[in-house]
């Protein structure tokens, strides 16, 4: 388990969705890092009030300040939530980042920053007992609007020892 969780957007929305922050708690040893150009970016979604209005009552969820960005991230010209992540973990080398994005990923990946996305944090809580199956989630995920690929679905779905929908 990672010491320290730095979260995206995405992941945040899309687990709020499907009542699946608690995975990210259990995912991580201590609190759980959200940059304020990520609250900024879910507040500006259709239902960005109440998720950031459900950042109050989860204890281990904990704003971070915005930092000053280094070339090598501000070179890859990603989106601010995506940016300030790869910033605050590349400052705290034991850090994850938690993204979904491609282009944000690719980069962590660049930099050796360890990196996790939606499914991931899924699988996790599947595999720890969290939830009986990962399949109905993964339907309800893909329904709420996050994009996985049927390649990457079966894979997942295989990880954890359940059936692919034919």
């Known amino acids: 388990m990672p010491d320290k969780l730095i979260v995206n957007a995405s992941p945040l929305i899309f687990l709020h969705r499907v009542n699946g922050w608690s995975w990210l708690f259990e995912f991580s040893t201590t609190d759980v890092a959200v940059p304020d ?3 900024r970016e879910i507040r500006a979604g259709w239902d960005g009030p109440e998720i950031t209005g459900a950042f109050k009552s989860q204890r281990r969820l904990v704003l971070a300040e915005d930092i000053a960005i280094p070339p090598i991230v501000a070179a890859w010209d990603l989106g601010a ?3 300030q992540v790869l910033s605050h973990c590349l400052r705290r080398p034991t850090a994850v980042a938690v993204l979904d994005d491609a282009a944000a990923r690719r980069c962590a990946q660049s930099l ?3 990196v996790v996305g939606t ?3 899924l699988l996790a809580a599947q595999r720890m007992g969290q939830i009986p199956a990962a ?3 993964i339907k309800r995920l893909i329904d709420e609007g996050l994009y996985l690929s049927p390649t ?3 894979q997942a779905l295989q990880e954890v020892g359940e059936a692919p929908s034919n």
Request: no cysteine; net charge negative; charged share 15%.
């Open 119 to 121: 499914l991931g944090i």
């Open 135 to 137: 399949k109905p989630v």
């Open 112 to 114: 050796d920053i360890p």
């Open 37 to 39: 150009a990520v609250v």
């Open 81 to 83: 939530g995506e940016t």
């Open 152 to 154: 990457l679905v079966a």
